[in-house]
């Protein structure tokens, strides 16, 4: 089965440390993107890569970093610069940036 | 700034025909999504396009500056959070603040 895979579905982490939130897709995408979502607030982009070995901020980079080092694999890393990092994270792939993007099923993320 | 803006909530009775509106301030416009969104689960793109198009029960309006998704005979389990997303000249989509889509017996 093709698709995006987001693991854990649910990840708890104490303040102050850093998280690594992981995000594969075998649809062989050029593209892959992180998004965040609150109550209210719509899905907001974090990262993006169009290539491997390149990424670009979103509208809300700070506290986050990522890495593009194969092209199935887009890992977020929340760090403990990110001051309200609780939310849910969804992570999306597309043929390339002109292309319609597939989403994965999530992870929530609850820092405490 | 690229902005997309949409309702926070819609109502309606079950077997209606729903609209969903969306305008935006994207530069250079010239594409639409609307993605359907159950809490937990993964976005699921419904329909897309610079033109009208339908997929199945949905129906999708475009103009320069706003579309409409239509639900036709909607039903209690359509009630989830409708996303509209437009794309212009930066590629990347912008979402709007997603639409809960509320549905009456």
């Known amino acids: 089965d093709g698709g995006i895979t987001q693991s854990p579905k649910y990840l708890f982490r104490k303040e102050g440390q850093n998280v690594t939130l992981s995000c594969e897709q075998n649809?062989?995408?050029?593209?892959m993107y992180w998004y965040r979502q609150d109550p209210g607030q719509g899905l907001r982009l974090i990262y993006y890569s169009q290539i491997v070995n390149d990424f670009q901020k979103g509208d809300i980079a700070e506290g986050y970093s990522v890495s593009r080092e194969k092209k199935e694999s887009f890992p977020l890393t929340v760090t403990s610069a990110q001051k309200n990092p609780t939310a849910f994270y969804l992570c999306?792939?597309?043929?390339?940036?002109?292309?319609?993007?597939?989403f994965g099923p999530g992870t929530r993320l609850t820092v405490t | 700034k690229d902005q997309v803006f949409q309702p926070s909530t819609v109502a309606s009775s079950e077997g209606a025909v729903v609209e969903i509106f969306c305008n935006h301030s994207?530069?250079?416009?010239?594409?639409f999504f609307w993605y359907l969104h159950f809490p937990g689960c993964a976005p699921r793109l419904l329909v897309k396009?610079?033109?009208?198009?339908q997929q199945g029960r949905y129906n999708m309006t475009y103009e320069r500056f706003s579309s409409s998704l239509l639900i036709l005979q909607v039903r209690e389990a359509d009630a989830a959070v409708y996303y509209c997303?437009?794309?212009?000249?930066?590629?990347?989509?912008?979402f709007g603040r997603g639409t809960s889509l509320i549905v009456h017996p």
């Open positions: 994207v530069s250079n416009a010239y594409n």
């Open positions: 649809l062989n995408h050029d593209a």
């Open positions: 997303a437009c794309q212009g000249g930066s590629y990347i989509p912008t």
């Open positions: 999306a792939s597309s043929m390339t940036e002109i292309h319609e993007q597939y």
């Open positions: 396009g610079s033109k009208p198009s």
